[in-house]
């Protein structure tokens, strides 16, 4: 078999015999004692027998310990045609000399009682069944019917003793079932004889729904989960719960994989949601929660990974029907095996029988990726504690496995936005949101990552669109203030548009205009430059001509004073004054 | 089913069928040749003398030899005497100590007549 349980080796000292059964040996730490005698009480019908086939069963299939069954109560063809329903086969065990059973048959006050005895002739038969195939286990169902039939207590007492202390010395690993007393654990007061371990089992119905519950009542030199554990008889023997003990061990991935939306993606961190974390999307009615599951799912297989997939408001075909309408066609990764989908109404049992269920898919399958839609349904059958302790060890249970749980959780309208009816987001890693927004006579839909641990995320809301192709997210409108979606977002945006347009043309023309006034003064500067190149010259012809005239005075004077004859210095020089 | 008992005793093949009615076949049970299987054997003995006598035939068994044959008679208690025959058959539990109730037992007596 393919389980191998995650046992703790016994730091106590207590050397253990794994039990195989699932649940049972995290629950204990590692088993029962081996070599010692565990006692199992319960009512008619909680699973005693079924504890103890299965402990042979698992112990001469998967420990390579061979076990002899001494059934008080059952013969070997009813005993085998019992267990054969939890899929355990004892004539073949028997047939390849793994398993013996001794059907032990004493009628009730049949037999006289002259004289004393003792038990040796069940001592004589069972330490013939041990040896004959090396039996390492030994099951006794249930050694109480003795009682019935040797009405002599007193001697079956000392008897009884004597039989545990001589299953110790064979260093057989023994369980003893019996009958729950009023008042007391066993009707006969076994526990005073088997006290090294004793489990209970219970069987009770609440709300017409029947749960069976395992608690370890005493566990000497070993501890032990305390509480009472739910358990199931399913088609793989018992399971056992004791999921919440675990702690918080998983190894966090820091793998990422695909929501499936790409812009969803981008707003966890550019890369999607971790591998093997818990997704939670919350929002009222038709806010797309399971298209947005459906993505996730369609990505998963995509990558050639398994998704399971459970549905509890829907049937598998109409939820194929109906993501093929936004335009995903998931039924191809139906038929390659990839996806697989477990639809069943919470109300159909109980929460305990649920988690059991998902449990034993989960192992069978070995999804990668989980997605119970919507979770929210379960509080029809709990209470909020009830579902919210399912949840816990759901959790748990996929993080040790790093399978990525996507949880769709409906919140009724007019509910505070940030809870949810079961109060689960503080477990979740990831909480998206979806919701309506109502406005302008029409409801869109927007989305928003509310946390997301350990990345960094988008704090933007986004308009969550479904379309004939799928999810699609759109930038709403943010700005005056405002948040816009649909078709007032649509609306504004052309307004925008056209606001753009005309700022720009605006622009346009006032450069245009700019332009050619500039021209125009660089006309004016090249005019005026002209102007004054042309003055500058006036001035210099001008220049030029006074000195000419000057020039020529001069030489007139000069000449005239030569005609004249007049050199008197004095003269000349009084005159020039002069003038 | 006749098992041809090897560790049966050879007890008083005493006075054919005769007249006597009914030819008793009992078979004792023990474990070992403890003092409580030799105390049983001497007691049933006796009694199958005084109220038996010659129309019974008494095998002894030690279970210790034979485990197979204490698991298919539905041997738990010992000593066990079982009365194969005459029908119906009959079980008696202990050493035999207490004849009143091995008669009894044997429906050599009726119940609780002296």
Known sequence: MKRKTTARPAIEGIVKAQTGIQGLDELTFGGLPRGMATLVCGGAGSGKTLLGAEFLT???????????????EENEKEMARNVASLGFDLNDL???KRLVIDYVHVERSEAPIAGDWNLEGLFVRMAHAIDSIGAKRVVLDTIEALFAGLNDSTILRTELHRLFRWLKEKGVTAVITAERGDGKMTRQGLEEYVSDCVIMLDHRVHDQVATRRMRIVKYRGSRHGADEYPFLVGAN???????????LTHIASDDRISSGVPRLDNMLGGQGYYRGSSVLVSGTAGTGKTSLAAHLADAACRRGERCLYFLFEESPSQYLRNMRSIGLDLAPWVDQGLLKFHAARPNLYGLEAH???????????????VVMDPVTNLITVGTVNEVKSLLVRLIDFFKMRQITAFFTSLTSGGQVEESTDIGISSLMDTWLSLRDHENNGERNRLIYVLKSRGMAHSNQVREFRLTGHGIDLIDVYVGQGRVLTGTARLAQEQREKEETFERHHEYVRKAQEQESKGHLLRAQITALQQELESTVADRKRLEAQENSRQQMRAQIENEMARLRQIDRPGDASHQNQAR | MMPSTTTARPTKKAAKATATPEEYLLRLYVAGTTQQSTRAILNIQQICEEHLNGRYHLEVIDIYQRPQLARDEQ????????????????????????????????????????
């Open chain 1, 58 to 72: 698992r112990g001469a299939t998967q420990f390579d310990e061979p076990g002899v069954l001494i059934t008080f």
């Open chain 1, 94 to 96: 028997v047939d390849r």
């Open chain 1, 237 to 247: 023997g018992l399971s056992v719960l004791p999921i919440t003990s675990m702690g």
């Open chain 1, 355 to 369: 988690l059991m269920t998902m449990h034993q898919l989960t192992e069978q399958f070995a999804p990668q990726v």
């Open chain 2, 75 to 114: 041997i738990v208690a010992v000593p066990t005497l079982v009365k194969k025959l005459p029908a119906p058959l009959r079980r008696v539990i202990g050493s035999f100590s207490d004849a009143e109730r091995v008669l009894v037992g044997l429906d050599l007596r009726p119940n609780g007549a002296p």
